[in-house]
C-alpha cells in the first residue's frame, strides 16, 4: 500500500516538474540583423508598444502585419453572450478592461450626416494611456488616444440610410494592469449633435470580449496598423500580408500566406517580434516555411500586463510546440 502511494507521488512530481521544465522551450529568442520586423495580427497591444520601441530605435525599413480576413462578421450585437450592462458612475462610464462601449440608435433619429462629442480621459501606466477606436457599425472612423485630463472629442459621422439602427461603439483596446500602472478610460457627456445620447439610444453594452469569432468590427491588420500610427510611427512603411481564414492551425496559416506574399518580394530576412510563450511555435512554423529563401529571427516579448492563464492554456502551448515540432520532422 505505502509502495503504491510513494509510486502515485512519483509520477503527479514528475509531471508536474516535466511541465515546468518544458515551459522554457516554449521561448524562442533567435533575433538576427535585419531591416524588416514582421507582426502577427492577434498579438497583444502591449506587444505592439515594445515593438514599436524596437522598430524606431533601430530604424527599421518595414513592418509586416500578418493576418487572417475576416470570418463573416455579421452577427448581432445582441446575440454575444459576453455582453452585459455597463454601470455609470457619477454620469460616467467606468471601462477598467478592454472592451466596448456601444449605443444602438434607431437611424431615422439620425441626420445624414451628425456629429458625435463626448468627454474622455483615463489613467496610464507611465508610458502610453489608454487607446480609443470609434465606430459607426462596422466603419472605423477615428483612433487616438486619451491623456489623463478630462478633454471634449468631436467624430463627423455619415449614416448609411439602408440601416434601420445604428450603432456607435468606443473600443477600449489597449488596456493592461502591471507594475507601472493601471489603464482605465473613462467616457461621459455622450451627445449626438446637441442631443444626450441616452435619450435616443436604445440600448447601450459593454462586450468584455472583442475576440475573433465572436465579433471582428475591422480587421485586425488594420487595427495594429492604426495603433502604430497613434505611436507616431510612419506608416507608409508597414504592409498588410492578408490570408485566407483558417480556424484549426492559424500560426500554420499565417506562415504559409507569408511565404506566399514574400516569393513576390526582395525580402531575404526578418525578425518576428511577438508572445514570449508563442514564440517556439511562431519561430517553427515560420523558419520552416520561408527556410529556402528567407533568413528568420525571433525576438519574444513579455507581455507586462497581470494574465491568469489557467492549466488548460500551458497545456495547450505545450502540445502546441510537441506538435508543431512533430509536423515539421516528418513533413
Known amino acids: 500500500m505505502k509502495k503504491t502511494v510513494f509510486v502515485t507521488i512519483g509520477i503527479i512530481l514528475s509531471i508536474i516538474l516535466l511541465y515546468i521544465i518544458s515551459g522554457v522551450f516554449l521561448t ?8 524588416y520586423v514582421l507582426l502577427e495580427d ?8 515594445d515593438a514599436s520601441n524596437y522598430i524606431i530605435e533601430n530604424n527599421i525599413d518595414s513592418v509586416f502585419i500578418v493576418g487572417m480576413k475576416n470570418p463573416d462578421s455579421s452577427v448581432s450585437l445582441k446575440e454575444i453572450d459576453k455582453t452585459r450592462k455597463l454601470q455609470k458612475n457619477k454620469d460616467t462610464y467606468g471601462m477598467y478592461w478592454s472592451g466596448i462601449l456601444g449605443f444602438e440608435i434607431p437611424s431615422y433619429m439620425l441626420k445624414d450626416s451628425f ?3 463626448m468627454t474622455m480621459h483615463g489613467n496610464g501606466d507611465n508610458k502610453h494611456f489608454p487607446h480609443y477606436e470609434i465606430y459607426m457599425n462596422k466603419q472605423l472612423f477615428s483612433t487616438g488616444f486619451v491623456n489623463e485630463h478630462d478633454s471634449a472629442y468631436k467624430f463627423n459621422l455619415s449614416k448609411n440610410i439602408t440601416d434601420s439602427l445604428t ?8 488596456d493592461i494592469s502591471s507594475s507601472l500602472g493601471d489603464r482605465n478610460l473613462y467616457v461621459s457627456n455622450i451627445y449626438v449633435d446637441t442631443i444626450e445620447i441616452e435619450s435616443i439610444a436604445t440600448d447601450n453594452f459593454f462586450l468584455a470580449s472583442t475576440k475573433a469569432p465572436n ?6 491588420l488594420n487595427n495594429i496598423k492604426y495603433y502604430l500610427k497613434d505611436l507616431d510611427y510612419d506608416t ?3 504592409k498588410l500580408i492578408e490570408v485566407d481564414y483558417d480556424p484549426f492551425n492559424k500560426t500554420l496559416a499565417l506562415a504559409k500566406g507569408a511565404k506566399k506574399y514574400f516569393n513576390k ?3 531575404r530576412n526578418f525578425n518576428i517580434i511577438t508572445a514570449k510563450k508563442h514564440s517556439r511555435r511562431s519561430y517553427l512554423n515560420f523558419k520552416n516555411c520561408l527556410e529556402e529563401n528567407i533568413n528568420v529571427g525571433c525576438i519574444p516579448q513579455e507581455a507586462p500586463e497581470k494574465e491568469n492563464y489557467s492549466l488548460y492554456d500551458g497545456l495547450d502551448e505545450r502540445i502546441s510546440v510537441f506538435l508543431t515540432w512533430i509536423y515539421w520532422w516528418f513533413y
Request: with cysteine; hydrophobic share 35%.
Open 42 to 49: 492577434w498579438i497583444s497591444y502591449s506587444i505592439v508598444d
Open 28 to 35: 524562442c529568442k533567435k533575433p538576427i540583423k535585419s531591416s
Open 115 to 117: 456629429s458625435l462629442n
Open 167 to 174: 450603432y456607435i461603439l468606443i473600443n477600449f483596446d489597449n
Open 215 to 220: 465579433i471582428d468590427f475591422s480587421s485586425k
Open 265 to 267: 518580394t526582395e525580402v
Open 236 to 238: 507608409s512603411k508597414v
